[in-house]
């Protein structure tokens, strides 16, 4: 499929969805998501038609290039891993794993990387008392 | 008015103020200079660093490091030929060829005099119209903050893509992202799915991490550029050649004065942003001058007429920001949505009851530039070393205080899901041209749209659109309309 018509498909889909539930609310409580909802699905009907006729004309591309979707894996992965362990242990295990495997540097680089991280969250932590996510799992087991 | 100024002006002027401006324009010199970064990560990277401080001091640290990106973006655009942020690829045209003919000393010192008085002219453009804002705001009811949400969104649309429908749509969808939550008026759930941490609405930082940082540092990633790769350490210059070039700003003080108002007064309407401001000004020196032909070849005024325009619009942009909530560029979309997590809420109260903050805002734009200025003319003849570190090195440390910032927002882990799914979406829309700062103004305005909506219905009905000043935007919404619908038609190419 291509990718115009992805984007407009979402979109169309989003405001449908918008619209339709807008419908099991409360009338007063649904003004606002009305008025907003009907106009965006019917401008995104309209782009979809748009997109569709102009793909039978152009050729297509790919979505995303190999590149692209290795540092969206990535970026997948440093969510996990910080649901799954925070921020101290999570993102800076993942940073120096970045470094080293994405970026090339030497593992003493990706280790000074992964320690400027933690010293980041230690500054955060400790000295600007923000509270910062510990981690699903970390937070189960202590 | 002059009393809140100089109160503001003093409050600016404290050693812990002062830190802050000084570390926010270091951080904003480096970001600029990095090709590829820009302000728009840069404020996505301090959104976390700001979290749990005063509104005042946080918003002044954001504003400094913002407020001089393209000062040092420039740099890369001389040295190497690659803008370090996109409004100072004009730079490149004449910034480039003046370094290839060994005069990389001279355009540097143009371009770092001709920022920091663009920036200040932009700042005293603000402070002069501040004034005349403050009645225009009060005369304002809930209609036509209403209406006044419908025109930004449809003015941003116009704008800022070469899609008006495509903006549209993106702006009605960050309108309905605003609609999750409970309801103002019922206190009904709305498009929750039972999640309580959906109970407050979407956290507007969140959302904009989501459709901006994602899609940009994807892009950092996949590029990875470094504006020194195969060139080298970059051409050399004296601080002789430096100053040359700073001196050269006042050989030209009419173009300076005229490029810095025509840029600030670009900044002041929604959308256009910094590379309509550079190149309009950069077209400007070229029809002005009497030696048109030497532009493109090495000509001074073309480095000093695009850097002048990039600064001086910051100031004009923030004005539409603060009191109409209706972002001047990208980079104020997303400073506005920190302002928000900082307790800054733009709109009409920060006239009447936040003066002060607009006021030290405006020292804050004056100061940071100079301050830029003294620290880039200190490190100018270590710039070329800098300018030519991979920036691909900073993407983990980007995106690791992105998620940090989506979470401080609201305190729930559950934004990171979020983010990833917004910027799924955002990462769309950049690819296939869809223009995404009119999300940020549909999220930011959204509750206010809402609230006005529902005053000026109970106070008027539909008559709300028969007020004076209600007709006076609904006839600019439609001639927005009609003036985009009319610039494609002339822009068709003819069929053979």
């Known amino acids: 499929m291509s990718g115009r018509i992805l984007v407009s498909g979402i979109m169309t889909v989003v405001f449908a969805v918008f619209v339709g539930l807008a419908f099991t609310i409360h009338h007063e409580a649904a003004v606002m998501p009305l008025l907003v909802g009907v106009p965006g699905l019917v401008l995104s009907l309209v782009q979809l038609v748009i997109e569709m006729r102009k793909v039978a004309v152009t050729a297509d591309e790919p979505i995303f290039s190999p590149r692209e979707r290795s540092i969206a894996i990535w970026l997948l992965g440093f969510v996990l891993a910080i649901i799954a362990f925070g921020f101290d242990v999570g993102a800076t295990v993942l940073v120096a794993a970045y470094l080293w495997l994405a970026v090339g540097a030497r593992p003493l680089g990706a280790a000074i990387g992964g320690g400027l991280c933690l010293a980041t969250m230690y500054v955060l932590d400790h000295l600007l008392n923000i509270p910062l996510f510990q981690g699903l799992i970390f937070h189960h087991l202590f | 008015m002059i009393e809140t100024s100089i ?13 802050l401006m000084i570390v926010g324009v270091c951080i904003g010199l480096f970001f600029g200079i990095m090709p590829g970064l820009g302000g728009k990560l840069g404020i996505i990277f301090l959104i976390p660093f700001v979290f749990g401080m005063d509104a005042l001091p946080g918003a002044v640290f954001l504003l400094a490091m913002h407020s001089v990106v393209h000062t040092s973006g420039a740099i890369p655009s001389i040295l190497f030929g690659i803008p370090g942020t996109g409004p100072d690829a004009a730079t490149i045209v004449d910034g480039y060829p003046l ?18 008085i663009g920036g200040v002219i932009g700042a005293l453009f603000l402070s002069l119209l501040m004034p005349f804002v403050g009645p ?49 008026s019922t206190g009904q759930e709305r498009y929750t799915f039972g999640q309580l941490f959906l109970w407050d609405g979407i956290d507007p930082v969140t959302a904009v991490i989501g459709i901006f940082a994602v899609p940009e540092v994807i892009a950092l990633a996949a590029d990875n550029k470094s504006a020194g790769a195969g060139s080298g350490r970059g051409p050399r210059y004296t601080m002789l050649n430096v100053w040359e070039g700073c001196l050269d700003v006042f050989r030209h003080w009419g173009l300076t004065l005229r490029t810095s108002i025509i840029g600030a007064v670009i900044g002041l309407i929604p959308g256009l942003g910094g590379d309509v401001a550079s190149w309009l000004c950069y077209g400007h020196a070229v029809q002005s001058s009497k030696t048109p032909e030497r532009f493109g070849k090495g000509a001074i005024e073309g480095v000093i007429a695009p850097e002048t325009a990039n600064n001086s619009k910051e100031g004009g942009a923030l004005l539409p920001t603060l009191y109409f909530g209706i972002p001047g560029s990208s ?14 809420q733009p709109g009409p109260r ?23 200025v003294v620290l880039l ?6 710039l070329s070393r800098v300018a030519s570190l991979p920036s691909g090195l900073l993407v983990p440390f980007v995106i690791v205080l992105s998620l940090l910032g989506s979470y401080l927002g609201a305190g729930a882990w559950q934004n990171f899901v979020l983010v990833i799914g917004l910027g799924v979406i955002a990462w769309l829309f950049k690819k296939y041209d869809w223009p995404r700062p009119p999300f940020v103004i549909g999220i930011v305005l959204g509750p206010i749209a809402e609230d006005s909506f529902h005053k ?19 006839a600019v919404i439609i001639a927005t309309i009609f003036l985009y619908v009319a610039r494609k038609w002339r822009h068709q190419p003819a069929i053979a």
Not at chain 2, 377 to 382: G, Q
Not at chain 2, 459 to 470: A, C, D, T, Y
């Open chain 2, 7 to 19: 109160a503001s002006l003093l409050g600016i002027f404290t050693p812990h103020m002062m830190l």
């Open chain 2, 99 to 116: 370094a290839q003919k060994g005069e990389a000393g001279r355009a540097l010192g143009a371009t770092l005099f001709a920022s920091g």
């Open chain 2, 136 to 184: 225009i705001v009060l005369a304002f009811s809930p209609a036509e903050f209403f209406l006044l949400a419908v025109l930004g969104i449809t003015f941003i649309a116009a704008l800022s893509g070469d899609s008006l429908l495509k903006g549209l749509i993106v702006g009605l969808f960050g309108l309905m992202i605003a609609c999750v939550g409970l309801d103002p």
């Open chain 2, 331 to 344: 980079g104020m979309a997303i400073l506005m949505g920190a302002f928000v997590m900082l307790g800054i």
């Open chain 2, 350 to 372: 920060l006239a009447t009851d936040q003066a002060n903050i607009v006021w030290a805002l405006i020292w804050t734009l004056t100061i940071a530039n100079i301050l830029a």
């Open chain 2, 377 to 382: 003319l200190a490190f100018a003849p270590w």
């Open chain 2, 456 to 474: 000026a219905w109970d106070l008027w009905g539909l008559s709300f659109v028969l007020r004076p000043i209600s007709l006076a935007l609904i």
